[in-house]
């Protein structure tokens, strides 16, 4: 995999958010959640903060995000040691403890890393932070010396005055720097992109070397004394409940100590691993699959196509999209289908738990801790503050650790264990019991006029919601956001628009966020559609796309980036094809071009992705292109393979054998090229998953004239007999 050059000048991009701080700093993000500062006549301010440097002139960042790959760990580091002006191998990494008052994502308003919002989200706070500090040390050098603050400089962990080249390190300044009072922040500016040093490089990253070695901790990593080994079994029907067992047999296993019995799951406690699944396996237990045992994924089908039928909540309304459709030349329509997809991280499902009377201690890799912490409290009784989430290193992510469900599952079972329990699933239990991206169904139509411009464009799409549950204060007039992002405000001008969403909720069939899942979906049907609609239009659909976009110079830009670079209108052997897909999500514009063969047995092989992406002021060129190359791969894989089925209430798939990866020998070349921008930062994380279906299913359209309008790709028995 390859990753270009970074394109073009940054310029100045002002920053305004309300922070405090200093030594030891308390950041407030935004005013509503700004915390109090207390003064102090210690050297240092309170613990909970986001940097500290102590008296050995060490830098600590309590780091609020949590780190599954993403290379969030070193980004947000960059921020603080811009400004601090210390190099980046001197910031010292702290996982910061549970607390909303302090740490809570500015974006999501809790402690949570998802959402592509880590660096959007810090990039004001974070940079403050090191500002703020490092006027405090020139402040404090400066009375020593008796000379004007403005007279120095600080330069790697040293401030210098700059005429008679004195030096000071961080350490000898730690105490009288923390003894000044914080500066207002209107005193306090903030680097011009022109002087920054760090952000903008590309910088290696900070977990790497532990990772290597093997001394990174993964939740699933974790020994403590005394410690047993939980394995779980779950109503294999969603919503069913435990029947009977065995618990002699399973209690008869070697190693075993204990058989715990939940209304809806059994785990078996023992010394070690196997001993805990061989005692599942001797328990023989019975199931009562309840009233979803006869669930199966053509019920749900058939569920969205009755939906389909009728109106649904309207998301976007402009001009009048049914006159111009009874007036069009032609109309053209599709009906777009998408399956449940499992999150399948590298790492299972995992979580310790220590409970005691008075206290509750977690480690767990989660991308939730705060929303852990509360509903552990709310399940056991305890105050929050008994509550301690340690958070580890995440074996990915993808949404999956958004949810607590296996750390109130680890509870469940824990209050039932004297002394600590990690209870670990089997990868057949977490790919059967997951909280899956919604089944989609979705009603498209246009009217094109005779030189086959777009006049009406409709959309009807139908699925669940998954912020209903997730975060319900978000859902206006019946509108889930997630749900019809990507839909309700397409790139292009479409001037008679009419946008709808029809909630429906599958049979006890849990649904929850997928690496972006309202754009997973989204994208793929508007990138899809509007290719159909170029074809209708005797049209090259770069071409068409670009006509529609004289108003959107940033999605221009991507688009005409990743054309060059793909050399679109080269010509290409038999069965090849070119396919191209553009969207603007998570607050950065992408657009990628697929070069894609189909074989005469119907094969799909992708060799090429060229990906372009415009996401505002960049902070490290190696965490975009390796996070565009993972996602394009991640969502490479769910195009071609993805697909969670049902049958009678139990999902089907249970393993890599039949929801299968990705194979390193099937992974296609893929380039990363980057726009250098002066907007704000935006996501990146899950901008390559969103773009890349549509990108294939148009490729693969391009080389055999089979359209895909259902994913995965591997049930179109058409493209075969092509």
Known sequence: MKSSAILGRREFL??????????????????????????????????????????EGIVTLMMPMAEMGQGVHTALAMLLAEELEVPLEQVKLEQAPSDDSLYANPILHVQSTGASTSIRAFWTPLRQAGAVARHLLLTAA???????????????GVVIHISSSRQLRFSDLVHAAAALPVPSLDSVPLKHPSQFTLIGTSARRLDTPDKVVGRAQFGIDMKLPGMAIAAVAISPAFGGRLKSLNEAAALAVSGVRQIVRLDNAVAAVANDTWAAKKALAAAAIQ???????????????????????????VARHDGDPDRAMASAAQVVEAVYQIPFLAHAAMEPMNCTVHMQKDSCDIWVGTQVPTLTQVQVAELTGLPKRAVRVHNQYLGGGFGRRLEPDGNLLAARIARHVDGPVKVV???????????????????????????????????????????????????????????????????????????EFVRVEPPGIPTSLWRGVGPTHN?????????ELAHAAKRDPVEYRKSLLTRNPRALGVLMLAAKQADWGRPLPARWGRGVALQFAYGSFAAQV???????????????????????????????????EGGALFGLTAALYGEITLKKGRVVQSNFNDYRPM????????????????????????????????????????????????????????????
């Not at 920053?15 to 003064?39: F, K, N």
């Not at 997951?434 to 005779?450: E, F, G, N």
């Not at 726009?675 to 279906?693: F, L, R, W």
């Open 523 to 531: 994208i793929f049907v508007v990138e899809s559609f509007i290719d």
């Open 663 to 722: 194979r390193m020998n099937e992974a296609p070349i893929v380039e990363t090229h980057v726009v250098q921008s002066s907007e704000p930062p935006g996501g990146v994380g899950e901008v390559a998953t969103a773009t890349v279906s549509p990108a294939v299913a148009n490729a693969v359209f391009a080389a055999t004239g089979k359209r895909i309008r259902r994913l995965p790709i591997k049930t179109l028995d058409a493209i075969s007999k092509s």
């Open 425 to 499: 699933w089997s990868r057949e239990e977490d790919i059967q019991h997951d909280m899956y991206r919604p089944c989609y169904l979705d009603r498209m139509s246009a009217a094109l006029d005779v030189h086959g411009n777009p006049v009406a464009w409709k959309h009807r799409l139908c699925g669940s919601s998954v912020y209903s549950r997730y975060h319900p204060n978000l859902i206006k007039n019946g509108i889930d956001p997630d749900a019809v992002a990507g839909a309700a405000q397409p790139p292009y001008e479409l001037t008679n628009i009419h946008v």
């Open 142 to 156: 400066a009375k020593r010396w008796d000379v004007t603050p403005d007279s120095c400089l600080a330069k790697r």
């Open 594 to 628: 697929v070069e894609a063969e189909v074989g005469v047995d119907g094969r799909v092989r992708v060799h090429r992705i060229v990906c372009a992406i415009d996401c505002g002021m960049i902070v490290n060129p190696n965490t975009i292109a390796a996070q565009m």
């Open 14 to 55: 002002k920053d305004a958010a309300a922070i405090g701080g200093g030594l030891i700093l308390t950041i407030a993000i935004p005013p509503a959640m700004r915390p109090s500062l207390a003064a102090s006549a210690a050297p240092y301010f309170a613990p909970n903060a986001f940097i500290r440097v102590d008296p």
């Open 287 to 313: 199931w009562d699959d309840g009233p979803n045992g006869q669930v199966s994924t053509a019920q749900i089908i058939r569920q969205l196509e009755e939906a389909s039928a009728r109106p649904g909540a």
